[in-house]
């Protein structure tokens, strides 16, 4: 029988802040209909073997992915690179230096809650967190709506993890140049993550847009989990003019906190082409060709 092709190119699992296992999230992800697939965690890719292993197991087209905190005029965005080699000693050590800062950090937001009255809050993130080297504000998140400070993920980040709020700590993440050049370098794709998702006028999106193909950047998510629906032609007229490739995926976490599951999103906007034509030979088969 022939599969209808179904890309999902970003999603998490332990290894950052998701909440089930690469071999969940695979078996999630085949069930749903996916038949070509990611694990994009944050600034981490030591859950990469094992869901190469669970993708070939539940017959899914398998590509290398991370998704790089980089940080650009005074913002933090996300880069996420697709189909790397994973063995790259350059890429694995610029993510282990992000790494070593989360830690640091979440101690600082622990302190600055505890000033806001929020008591024990790096304790209870740490209980969430699935890899100690990675703690983030969703580890927080997550605390905090258990000791009931706020009814859900969302309304922690409005009232205590965003910018100008009392647990947000500015942070010095990967230069742009540096988190493309990582990935390049180890034969993989920079792809710019959700970018409806900041919070930029029309000219600093350019501005940005053309330093990260300077870089040597070369495809933008169009179809996330991350943009709304509305959000999907404006991108995909983007990637057109600007000569970008197109990428998607669902962004998910988590069953319960996640509006989009895996395999949930709608077909891309035709006439564009797909980050996997320009992977096509670092895309691991499921089955022999
Ligand atoms: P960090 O890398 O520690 O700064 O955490 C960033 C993560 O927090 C993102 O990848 C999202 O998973 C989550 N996040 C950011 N903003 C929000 C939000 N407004 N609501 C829910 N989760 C969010
Ligand atoms: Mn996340
Ligand atoms: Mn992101
Ligand atoms: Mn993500």
Same mark, same amino acid.
């Not at 996300?78 to 070593?100: E, K, P, T, W, Y």
């Not at 991350?226 to 998607?248: K, M, N, Q, V």
């Given at each position: 029988?022939?599969?209808?092709?179904?890309?999902? @190119?970003?999603?998490?699992?332990?290894?950052?802040?998701?909440?089930?296992?690469?071999?969940?999230?695979?078996?999630?992800?085949?069930?749903?209909?996916?038949?070509?697939?990611?694990?994009?965690?944050?600034?981490?890719?030591?859950?990469?073997?094992?869901?190469?292993?669970?993708?070939?197991?539940?017959?899914?087209?398998?590509?290398?992915?991370?998704?790089?905190?980089?940080?650009?005029?005074?913002?933090?965005?996300?880069?996420? #690179?697709? #189909?790397?080699?994973?063995?790259?000693?350059?890429?694995?050590? #610029? @993510?282990?230096?992000?790494?070593?800062?989360?830690?640091?950090?979440?101690?600082?937001?622990?302190?600055?809650?505890?000033?806001?009255?929020?008591?024990?809050?790096?304790?209870?993130?740490?209980?969430?967190?699935?890899?100690?080297?990675?703690?983030?504000?969703?580890?927080?998140? /997550?605390?905090?709506?258990?000791?009931?400070?706020?009814?859900?993920?969302?309304?922690?980040?409005?009232?205590?993890?965003?910018?100008?709020?009392?647990?947000?700590?500015?942070?010095?993440?990967?230069?742009?140049?540096?988190?493309?050049?990582?990935?390049?370098?180890?034969?993989?794709?920079?792809?710019?993550?959700?970018?409806?998702?900041?919070?930029?006028?029309?000219?600093?999106?350019?501005?940005?847009?053309?330093?990260?193909?300077?870089?040597?950047?070369?495809?933008?998510?169009?179809?996330?989990?991350?943009?709304?629906?509305?959000?999907?032609?404006?991108?995909?007229?983007?990637? /057109?003019? @600007?000569?970008?490739?197109?990428?998607?995926?669902?962004?998910?976490?988590?069953?319960?906190?996640?509006?989009?599951?895996?395999?949930?999103?709608?077909?891309?906007? /035709? #006439?564009?082409?797909?980050?996997?034509?320009?992977?096509?030979?670092?895309?691991?088969?499921?089955?022999?060709?």
């Amino acid at each position: 029988m022939h599969t209808p092709f179904h890309a999902d @190119l970003h999603c998490h699992s332990t290894f950052s802040d998701g909440t089930l296992s690469p071999a969940a999230l695979a078996q999630r992800a085949a069930q749903r209909g996916v038949t070509l697939w990611a694990l994009t965690d944050h600034d981490a890719i030591d859950g990469v073997p094992q869901a190469q292993a669970a993708a070939r197991a539940a017959g899914m087209d398998f590509l290398t992915g991370v998704e790089i905190s980089v940080s650009y005029a005074s913002t933090t965005v996300h880069i996420v #690179g697709l #189909g790397f080699d994973a063995s790259n000693a350059a890429l694995q050590q #610029g @993510l282990q230096s992000l790494r070593n800062n989360r830690g640091p950090r979440a101690q600082e937001m622990g302190r600055q809650l505890a000033a806001a009255g929020i008591a024990h809050a790096y304790e209870g993130a740490l209980q969430y967190v699935g890899n100690p080297a990675l703690i983030s504000r969703t580890h927080f998140a /997550r605390y905090l709506v258990e000791a009931g400070i706020c009814k859900d993920t969302h309304e922690v980040f409005r009232h205590y993890l965003v910018e100008g709020k009392p647990g947000y700590i500015t942070q010095r993440w990967a230069t742009l140049q540096e988190a493309v050049g990582w990935i390049t370098a180890a034969h993989g794709v920079a792809v710019i993550a959700h970018p409806a998702c900041y919070d930029w006028n029309a000219m600093q999106e350019y501005a940005f847009f053309s330093s990260f193909q300077a870089c040597g950047g070369q495809a933008i998510e169009v179809v996330t989990g991350s943009h709304a629906s509305h959000e999907f032609a404006h991108y995909a007229d983007l990637a /057109r003019t @600007l000569g970008f490739a197109i990428s998607r995926g669902s962004d998910f976490h988590c069953p319960q906190e996640s509006k989009i599951d895996l395999g949930g999103l709608p077909p891309d906007p /035709r #006439g564009l082409t797909g980050v996997w034509e320009l992977l096509a030979d670092r895309i691991v088969p499921a089955h022999p060709r």
